[in-house]
């Protein structure tokens, strides 16, 4: 069974647009060139509720491939050297594992 991995970012006030930047120059590319983007559902900002939010959602078969996942994104260097970039932005980082609702779609 699928599950699905909501990661929420908060970004310090005021870091927003840097914080944009750093994904969008060193993130984006990094997850894109080590073929990473095809589990990643979508990225997102906030804009009303709690805001400087950056969340992305990304779904997995199962948690060992999501724990395989992180493992080999954690050992990408272009990857890593994002995160030393986009780390100083990020006040605190909250992880939600879910799984799909018997009913409805899921992505």
């Not at 929420?8 to 060139?33: C, H, I, K, S």
């Not at 990473?36 to 509720?49: A, M, N, Q, R, W």
């Amino acid at each position: 069974m699928a599950i699905y991995e909501l990661r929420t970012y908060q970004v310090y006030v005021g870091q927003m647009g840097e914080a944009v930047r750093v994904y969008r120059d060193f993130g984006w590319p990094a997850l894109e060139n080590g073929g990473f983007s095809e589990k990643l559902v979508g990225y997102f900002t906030s804009d009303t509720g709690d805001l400087h939010q950056l969340v992305h959602l990304w779904k997995f078969d199962d948690d060992a491939d999501r724990r395989d996942f992180w493992g080999r994104l954690f050992t990408n260097d272009e990857f890593m050297k994002f995160a030393g970039m986009i780390r100083p932005l990020v006040m605190s980082q909250k992880n939600q594992i879910l799984q799909a609702a018997p009913w409805g779609p899921h992505p």
